[in-house]
Nanobody, 118 residues
Framework: QVQLVESGGGLVQAGGSLRLSCAASGATFSIVAMGWYRQAPGKQRDLVAVISSGSGSTNYADSVKGRFTISRDNVKNTVILQMNSLKPEDAAVYYC???????????WGRGIQVTVSS
């Protein structure tokens, strides 16, 4: 199994920045991709950004391109989401996830709250 622990959320004013971190443990050797989803109240959980463990290729939601950057540290089994120029519509619970080549399911963190005041 893979365990994920998020950190770094909180309250920020619009235009500000936050840095989310997700540390993976357990069967980290099997992780092929890690990323972030977010879910606002009453809405579905949507992809924010993902990064592959091998090539480091990334993919972003259109709404965050140019403002958010995802990066990884394969030695520390950590993925970082740097969020700049935050907007009130970025407010949500952010979930870290990991895709494993060994298990037929994705793994999820508990989620971390990001609040953006206008």
């Amino acid at each position: 199994q893979v365990q994920l622990v998020e950190s770094g959320g909180g309250l920020v004013q619009a235009g500000g920045s936050l840095r989310l971190s997700c540390a993976a443990s357990g069967a980290t050797f099997s992780i092929v991709a890690m990323g972030w989803y977010r879910q606002a109240p009453g809405k579905q959980r949507d992809l924010v950004a993902v990064i592959s463990s091998g090539s480091g290729s990334t993919n972003y939601a259109d709404s965050v391109k140019g403002r958010f950057t995802i990066s990884r540290d394969n030695v520390k089994n950590t993925v970082i989401l740097q969020m700049n120029s935050l907007k009130p519509e970025d407010a949500a619970v952010y979930y870290c996830y990991a895709q494993s080549s060994m298990y037929s399911k994705d793994f999820w963190g508990r989620g971390i709250q990001v609040t953006v005041s206008s």
